[in-house]
């Protein structure tokens, strides 16, 4: 059995427009239909390497027509609620670099991250909190996964108060709700100094949107696997 289903018609079925997972398909067994329960599942590669990666659900390869590199997102996909196994490995490898059991809730949603450097390579597994956010409203959670980056905080437009404050590695926020607005500048702060040590521009916050935003990279190193920030909408599934 397959622990995680790839059919459009299925993935259709997950629908975030009201924020919220639903049945989505039946089985038949002895003449009666029984609702298959299922779960929404981001997979989001924040492992500062230059190695191609594959991440299994069960033994169900999930990135099969997508080279996994660092920065990539993949979701959400509709996987089989309650308890499953995920295991992160080296592209076409059936050594598990790490792996992580996990119950899944029917009608969830979730984001599994790759983080850490690749030698002690981890899997972090946050609920999404997927309820619409208020009239005039968007929601934006910060996730600090820079190995190397201290305690960071975010803000938004050079806010007197910041977002989200003091967040060490692997740590989180709740998804906190923000005003509406066009060509926002995110903010990625020193938690003790207050230098903003980087940047996302540009960005367009829309109404009843929920948002990511992960602090990414190394600080002791440069070019695509350098300290950055990168942000995510959790859409609809596909």
């Known amino acids: 059995m397959r622990f995680f289903l790839k059919h459009k018609a299925i993935a259709a079925a997950l ?31 924040a492992s500062p390497t230059t190695e191609l990666l594959d991440v299994y659900v069960a033994n169900s390869r999930i990135n099969q027509n997508v080279d996994f590199e660092f920065g990539n997102k993949i979701g959400y996909l509709s996987v089989y609620a309650g308890n499953n196994v995920f295991n992160v490995t080296k592209k076409n490898s059936q050594t598990s670099l790490k792996s992580l059991q996990h119950t899944l809730k029917p009608q969830a949603g979730y984001s599994l991250f790759v983080v850490n450097k690749l030698e002690n390579i981890e899997l972090l597994m946050l609920e999404d909190n997927l309820e619409q956010p208020a009239t005039g409203k968007a ?70 949107k929920i948002y990511t935003v992960y602090a990414k990279g190394l600080k002791a190193n440069t070019g695509d696997t350098g300290f950055s920030a990168k942000m995510f909408v959790h859409s609809k599934a596909n």
């Open 139 to 208: 929601k934006i959670r910060f996730v600090n996964l820079s190995p190397d980056g201290g305690a960071l905080s975010l803000n938004v437009n050079g806010a007197a108060t910041d977002l989200s404050t003091n967040k060490a590695f692997k740590e989180f926020s709740t998804f906190d709700a923000v005003d509406v607005a066009d060509n926002v500048t995110l903010n990625i702060k020193n938690a003790t100094s207050g230098v903003v040590e980087t940047t996302i521009t540009g960005v367009k916050l829309e109404e009843g």
């Open 15 to 45: 629908t975030f427009s009201v924020f919220s997972l639903g049945l989505v398909s039946c089985s038949k067994m002895d003449g009666n239909y029984e609702p298959i329960q299922v779960s929404g599942l981001n997979v989001i590669q």
